[in-house]
C-alpha cells in the first residue's frame, strides 16, 4: 500500500454540492426544536482512509478476480464526512449522514484481466478507481441513559453509490461499473464515560445477509472541549461486498479519524 495521501481539490468541492443539499433539505424537514430536552447535533469527521483489501469480479460469474490491493497499489487518501442529528426528547435521535469515499490504484497486472467486458493486457500501466459514495437517513432509540453509559438501537436506510473503474494508461481502453442501490442497516451506540469531560464512543451501522454484508463503525474517545463542543479521536472501520452473477466486490477500509460535534 502506498503512503502516498490523494486529496484533488479540483473534483472535491463539487461532491460537496449534494452533501450540502441533503443535510440543508433533512434540517429544514425535521421539526424546529420546542423544549429544552430537543436539540441539534452537527458533526465533521475527515481523516486518512487505508485500503486494508480490496478484491474485484465484474462479472461476478465470469470475470477475472483481482485486487486493487495485492495486484495494485492503492494510494491513501483523504477523506470526509458530515452528519446532521436531530435530538427529539431524551431517548430519540434522528439524522442525516453524507459519507463520500474515493481511492485511487496503479500498477501493472501480471496476467490478462478480464473486467466489465475489457480484457486488460499485463504488463501495462493501469490506473483504478474505487468509489463508495454513502448516503444514510437513520432512526435510534436510546433505551439504556445512566451517568456512566448511553446505549441505543436503531435503523439505518443507505443509499449506495459505487463505482469501480479501470483504465489502462498504455492503450487508453477503459470499463466501469457502476452499482446504485439502497441498503437497510441496523444503527447502533455504546457509549461510556471515562470521566467528567471524556467518554469512550463506539457507534456505526452493520447488517450480514446471504448477498452480502457491510459494516461501519466508529471506536474512540470522545473529549468536550467547551459547551456544546466535543472532540472525536479513534479508529473507523468499512468493511462489505457484495456476492453475485454481476459484481463480486469485497473491500476492507481503515480509518485514522478525527472529528467535531457541535451541540445547539
Same mark, same amino acid.
Given at each position: ?33 420546542? #423544549? ?6 452537527? &458533526? ?25 490491493? #495485492? #495486484? ?41 484481466? &478480464? ?15 474505487? &468509489? ?14 445512566? #451517568? ?42 455504546? &457509549? ?73
Amino acid at each position: 500500500m502506498s503512503l502516498h495521501c490523494s486529496f484533488h481539490s479540483e473534483h472535491a468541492w463539487p461532491r460537496l454540492l449534494p452533501a450540502v443539499v441533503l443535510v440543508v433539505a433533512v434540517t429544514a424537514l425535521l421539526p424546529a426544536p420546542t #423544549d429544552a430536552q430537543t436539540s441539534w447535533e452537527v &458533526q465533521v469527521e475527515n481523516g486518512a482512509a487505508f485500503s486494508g483489501g480490496n478484491d474485484v469480479r465484474i462479472p461476478g460469474d465470469s470475470g477475472t478476480l483481482f485486487s486493487l490491493t #495485492d #495486484d495494485l497499489t492503492s494510494d491513501t487518501t483523504y477523506y470526509w464526512r458530515v452528519r446532521a442529528s436531530l435530538r427529539a426528547g431524551e431517548r430519540h435521535v434522528i439524522s442525516a449522514l453524507v459519507a463520500p469515499l474515493e481511492i485511487h490504484a496503479g500498477g501493472l497486472f501480471e496476467r490478462p484481466v &478480464q473486467f466489465a467486458g475489457t480484457t486488460f493486457l499485463p504488463g501495462g500501466p493501469v490506473s483504478a478507481r474505487y &468509489q463508495f459514495n454513502s448516503y444514510r437517513l437513520t432512526y435510534r432509540y436510546e433505551f439504556v441513559q445512566t #451517568d456512566r453509559w448511553r446505549v441505543g438501537v436503531g435503523g439505518t436506510v443507505k443509499v449506495r453509490d459505487a463505482v469501480i473503474a479501470l483504465r489502462s494508461t498504455a492503450t487508453g481502453e477503459s470499463a466501469s461499473k457502476r452499482n446504485l442501490g439502497v441498503v437497510p442497516l441496523v444503527n447502533f451506540l455504546v &457509549q461510556r464515560r471515562l470521566g467528567p469531560r471524556a467518554a469512550l464512543h463506539i457507534e456505526g451501522d452493520a447488517l450480514a445477509a446471504p448477498q452480502g454484508r457491510a459494516e461501519d463503525v466508529f471506536a474512540g474517545v470522545r473529549t468536550e472541549l467547551s459547551r456544546g463542543v466535543w472532540l472525536d479521536l479513534g479508529y473507523r472501520v468499512l468493511e462489505g461486498g457484495a456476492d453475485n452473477d454481476e459484481v463480486y466486490a469485497f473491500a476492507l477500509i481503515h480509518y485514522a479519524a478525527a472529528g467535531l460535534v457541535l451541540s445547539f
